[in-house]
């Protein structure tokens, strides 16, 4: 809830307005029970209790790379459900990779959150808690946000848009907007709607393929909005907030990795304010797709280049933990 939500609540309770903000302030800090916010009144203490449940996520598993300290969480949800978090350790601070869905029903081919199809969507309250086990659990500051997990943040849309105003809030956590990505696959509506609500993240986009014909076979949310839309969407946001936009690109070996491929893709984003991230396909055992060896995936980045595109490939962490979105999930659902 936002501060003013609490104190409308605050209000019929006959509750003076000031107390929501120490409320916020408390459930952002990362109480579990009402009784811990020790400056309000016992009343008002049970009263909380009686009326509302603080959202939790359990750790029902923990996995730490040896490599690099990344951490892999299965976290379980109140209701059973499983959903995976990522705590990165980078030069510049810890960021944290959360999942704003149970399943995903978008069906990537290349994806093991979509295997099984989509279960529900999580509240704000279950993607904050991600954030604050990931502090609570390492006794570490977060200090950005990738909403890159299990899930497709604009399929959740206003839940989503919720967390990002109260993970940024001053009052709150105050991770700032600038530190924090979304990722989507390209639900082109959702593009629109984020590009008004001023809120000044970086925008990723799991582009993939530099084609209809390839993107439509590996994902199917392209025979919905295809590339020419979804494209259009892209420079239409670049114009509304004039911010820069991060296409993702999975190699993967033999479905998308040709200097032709480089070169149709390079004519695609030629222009735009954008930077390409390579991204070493990840094999996911239903599927028989993977990428290409080091050589083949800096040879495609090296072409991007070349054709005039801002390219990086991205780093791997965790390589020790091996599992990419969806996996450490799956492998707990099929026992
Ligand atoms: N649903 C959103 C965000 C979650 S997926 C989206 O699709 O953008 C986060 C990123 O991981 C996406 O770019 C996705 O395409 C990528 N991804 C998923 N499975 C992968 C795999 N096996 N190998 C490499 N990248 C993968
Ligand atoms: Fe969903 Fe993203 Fe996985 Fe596609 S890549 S199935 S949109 S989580």
């Not at 839940?159 to 924090?180: A, C, D, P, Q, T």
Request: proline share 3%.
């Amino acid at each position: 809830m936002t501060i003013e939500e609490i104190g409308e609540w605050l209000k019929i309770a006959g509750e003076p307005p000031y107390r929501a903000e120490q409320i916020f302030t408390w459930l952002h800090s990362g109480v579990e029970k009402f009784d811990e916010m020790s400056n309000l009144p016992k009343k008002l203490r049970e009263n909380l209790c009686n009326n509302f449940h603080i959202a939790d996520v359990k750790i029902k598993k923990r996995l730490e790379s040896t490599i690099d300290n990344t951490v892999k969480y299965l976290y379980e949800l109140y209701d059973g459900e499983f959903i995976e978090s990522v705590l990165m350790n980078y030069h510049h601070g810890y960021s944290v990779c959360i999942s704003t869905q149970v399943g995903c029903r978008m069906g990537c081919k290349f994806c093991a959150s979509g295997l099984e199809g989509f279960f529900r969507n999580l509240t704000a309250s279950e993607m904050l808690a991600q954030v604050k086990m990931a502090e609570k659990d390492n006794g570490i500051r977060v200090s950005n946000v990738v909403m890159m997990g299990m899930g497709e943040p604009l399929d959740n849309y206003d839940n989503s848009v919720r967390f990002l105003r109260l993970v940024s809030h001053e009052k709150g956590m105050n991770i700032g907007l600038r530190h924090i990505s979304l990722s989507t696959s390209g639900v082109v509506p959702g593009i629109y709607k984020l590009m008004n609500e001023s809120l000044p993240i970086t925008l990723s986009i799991s582009l993939h393929a530099p084609n209809n014909e390839v993107r439509s076979k590996i994902m199917p949310v392209n025979r919905k909005w295809n590339i020419e839309e979804l494209l259009k969407a892209c420079r239409d946001y670049i114009d509304k907030t004039g911010r820069r936009i991060s296409f993702e690109y999975a190699v993967i070996d033999g479905v998308n990795d040709t200097d032709e491929n480089a070169k149709e893709l390079a004519s695609k984003l030629k222009g735009m304010l954008c930077h390409l991230n390579l991204i070493p396909a990840n094999p996911v055992a239903e599927n028989n797709f993977k990428s290409p060896d080091k050589a083949g995936i800096q040879n495609f980045c090296n072409s991007m280049i070349k054709y005039g595109i801002n390219t990086t490939v991205r780093r791997t962490l965790g390589a020790d933990i091996n599992a990419s979105c969806g996996q450490l999930r799956r492998s707990e659902t099929l026992r």
